[in-house]
Structures are given as structure tokens and as C-alpha cells.
């Protein structure tokens, strides 16, 4: 679709956040992309100031514009986070919950597509050995779809939980035969709660996904043999609808344990992986690792109001966010840009930003620390190793 001029929620967040978005926008400007972008406000800095790391400011941005570009956010345990606030907020009942959490929950953005995919002539690329003592290099090319705003992340959970809570958990036979020896002050609950229409919407995705890429499986990877209600409820669903409605598309189904073990096994055989919440972060981050790490991780999500939002998953790495030059690898934001135009339908610019992206890395001539093997500290750049900044030139000289 293409459009008149649109308007991006740039959203740098914290630490590294700020440096990759910023190299962002000037990549997808080299590239021919005419956009506005406005700044959304979100992050630690706004948890301290405001006691609300999103602030209602960026929630309307988001409203009227559809589309967020984000860098990333500092997350801190609860004790840490109280201690940070201003002082006039400590006593005010203030509650740190991650804003990229509350944003997915917000606007029902309950899909996320993580793409892995090997770049040839990346140095980080999975290797291992063959027949006959050779060695081999597998091409990945997965897309995990997370189920984003159920599961472990859901945020129903309690320490020293309220009494009616407790008599409920007590109405359960295996609480009460493992854990009625523990005074409910001593208990930590945290849920994991699925509901069957979010469970189909992200398994249809990935059915549609393959389909529209002539992959001839997905597979829900879960752990149905111990979580029996919830990763049951989604390998049934899988198999009922991939009978019914993709018969020629296979269901395979793996443990998330297995799978994390045949990840270094046999990752080109995985296309499509299907998973809820914590489980697909799990398996996203594996697979990310054959491809070159987080420095290659992208991701977007999507709700069904028509809200999008694109992120590297890499968090802030707050030891590099203070270093005179930024050194950190900005290619999953780029990538997460990418994603972002083929969803607006720009993808004759996102497709010269990757082939852009492809030749760098494949050219080998420019290489963030990460990529050179080295170490992250501050004295890299002496050592050889590309800025952000001189990863976002080279790419920028390619297009």
C-alpha cells in the first residue's frame, strides 16, 4: 500500500536504544523512505521521573499513528526499581511493570514474528561437523511466532498471595499435597494463562505464514507432556486446525528442551515455530544464536486494532550506553525496519536495505565487535572494530 507520507513513533527507550534508532532512521532515509518521526517517551529515565515508564503521552502517539519503531528498555527487580524513583514518588504506591509488557497488553499486540535467518559470510554463523570430518554450515531461515500478551507474561501473579487467592490454589489436589506445608506469606504464584481465541490467532498465523512461503510444516513447540492444559490446549488446536483447514501442511510438535538441543543439530529442518509466550522468547534467542546473536535479532507484533510496533530483541546493555562511541551492532534494529516496510507495503526499500545489509556483511570489511569476536569494551574502535555509526556508513554506501 502505498501511501502518502507517514508518521513513525520513534521510540529509543534506554541505553543502546538511542544510538541504533537514531542510525536507524538515517539508514531508512538513504534509502528512499519518506517518513515523519515523533519521539514516544518510554523507558527507565520516565519510570524515575514520572513513576510510569509509559507515559499516556506515547499511548496516544501510538493511537493516532499505528506505527512504532522501538530501541530498547532497562528493566530492574522491584527493590532496585523503588530505590530509583524520586524521592517525592517512593511513598505514592508507584509500580514498575515493563513497558513494552503493558504496551503489547495495552493494544493487544498478541503477535510477534521473530525472523532468524543466516546471513552469508556472517563470521558469527553456526557451524558444525559433517561426515568425514567436514564442516558444515547450515542456512537457517526460521520465523518464530510468540504468543505476546499471555502465558508467564501475562502479570498475574502474587507474593504472600491475597486469602482468596490462596483458598483457590488450596481447592487444587496438587497444591494441597506439595505445597500446604508452606506459610502462605513464604509462596510466590505466578500464572501461565492462555485462552483458546489467542492460541488460534497466532497458530493460524504461522499456518499462514508457511502457506504463503510454501513450507510444508510448522511446528508448536511447547511442552504439552508436563504443562498438559495450556501447551495442550495449543497442540490441540494446531492439529484440529491444520486438519481442517491446511491438511496439506504438516503439524510437528517438540518440547521446548528437545528443541533447544536439536537447534545444533538440525536447525535448517525448522521453518515455522509456533510457541506461547516465555517458550517462544526461549526459542527465538536460540535460534538467534546460529545467526549471529542479538546483534542480528529482529522482531515486530501486532494487534488486531491495526497497532504494529518493530523492535530489535536485544535489551539496553546499559555497560556500552556510556561509552563516548557507540560500538554495539545496530543491524536487528535495521532488520526490525526492514520488517517494518514490508508490513506498509515498501518492499522495494526493504528489500535494498537487506541486499545493502547482505553485502556489508558478506564483504567483511566492516565488522562491529561482536562480528570481530572481541570483547565489548570501550577500546574496540582502536582495535579495528566498526562504530555503530561506521556499520550504518557502509550500509548506507552499499544502497
Known sequence: MNMAKRTIVAMPGDGIGKPVLEECIRVLNAAGFEADYVQ???GWEFWCKEGNPLPDRTIKLLEEHKIGLFGAIT???KDKAIAELTPELKD????YYSPI???RQYFGMDICMRPCKTFKGNPLNFIRRGPNNTIEEPMVDAMIFRQNTEGLYGGVEWTNPPDQVYEALKTHSQFTKNFSWCPKEELAVSTRILSKKYCTRIIKAGFEYAKKNGYKAITICEKPNVVRETSGMMLKI???MGKNEYPEIAVWDTNIDAQMMWLTKNPEYYNVIVSSNMFGDIISDGFAGLVGGLGFACSAQFSESGVAVFEPTHGSAPKYADYETSIVNPIAMFMSAVMMLEYLGENGIAKKIENAISAVVAEGKVQTYDM????GTADVINKGA???KAMADAIIAKL
Open 75 to 77: 528493566s530492574k527487580p
Open 372 to 375: 570481530a569476536k572481541m570483547r
Open 40 to 42: 514516544g517517551d518510554i
Open 101 to 103: 509488557v503493558a504496551m
Open 92 to 95: 505514592k504506591g508507584c509500580v
Open 238 to 240: 494446531a492439529q484440529e
Open 386 to 388: 566498526a562504530s555503530t
